[in-house]
């Protein structure tokens, strides 16, 4: 082990030494509360004690028109963490696709795919998200090659849908997937596909994560479960992946760190086909 790697293994453990560790957890809360991008904090039982855990006056959620720009660098091309979801999309887009992106912020992956896949005359996109978000993303949409392509704040509008796709998503959401899917109404989705997913093999948990712009609840999430759940609907993993662009460290926790994102590709019958 070099000197470097050492150092930083004393000072990723320096918290476990009693007055040290009180130190440095006052420190971070205050370093946390000036909102640092992509830092998270804490370990709570649910969303409400989470969000009670949130520094008072602060912004919380994504309903606010101030996050709507938080991830257009993605609407320009193809990022490494979505190239699994493009190498299934492009065998089952047809013209009579309908896909539900929960979660689609303002038509992030919809503009930022649109070159890998060539959309079909005659499929739906149709983005879910909070209403200050699908405003902004509707009046985008006005100013950009976007046939198709719809948004809404319903989840009853997604029934019907043949691919339900929620990439990065869920994690903010205090609701199970199959929970989701049981609102949407209808019959149940044929594809599914999940990406960018905070998951390990502990006990599920919640967190607050930071954007830099506002705080969020923000749920760890048991993967033998979350995968045990889709089963028991039905569904059949097809595929999964690793996305190491993406990582989560909480402080002042031992083992419940995420080294890496989770994605998953599960289809309701015996083909994956479209």
Not at 100 to 117: E, I, K, P, Q, T
Request: net charge neutral.
């Amino acid at each position: 082990m070099g000197i470097i790697d050492l150092g930083k293994r004393v000072a990723r453990n320096a918290w476990r030494l009693p007055v040290v560790g009180q130190v440095l957890e006052l420190d971070y809360a205050r370093s946390f509360a000036r909102r640092p991008p992509g830092q998270f904090r804490g370990v709570y039982a649910t969303f409400a004690e989470a969000e009670a855990a949130i520094p008072a006056g602060q912004r919380v959620g994504y309903d606010h028109a101030e996050l709507a720009g938080l991830y257009r660098h993605r609407m320009e091309k193809a990022n490494q963490s979505d190239y699994a979801v493009l190498f299934w999309l492009k065998d089952i887009l047809g013209p009579r696709s309908f896909v539900f992106d929960f979660g689609g912020h303002v038509g992030v992956s919809y503009h930022g795919w649109r070159h890998y896949l060539r959309y079909p005359h005659g499929m739906r996109w149709l983005v879910y998200d909070m209403p200050a978000i699908v405003k902004v993303g509707a009046e985008l949409a006005r100013e950009r090659p976007s046939e198709g392509l719809e948004f809404t704040s319903e989840l009853a509008d997604a029934r019907g849908c043949s691919i339900f796709m929620a990439a990065g998503s869920l994690q903010y959401v205090d609701e199970s997937l199959p929970a989701l899917l049981a609102r949407m109404g209808g019959p149940l989705p044929r594809h599914l596909i999940v990406n960018k997913m905070p998951m390990y093999d502990g006990d599920s948990f919640v967190t607050v994560q930071s954007t830099g712009r506002a705080f969020h609840p923000y749920r760890i999430y048991n993967r033998a479960a979350f995968v045990g759940e889709l089963a028991a609907l039905g569904y059949r993993v097809i595929d999964d992946w690793q996305n190491r662009e993406q990582h989560a460290e909480i402080p002042f926790t031992r083992g419940r760190d995420i080294d890496a994102y989770s994605g998953y590709y599960f289809v309701r019958d015996a083909s994956p086909e479209g």
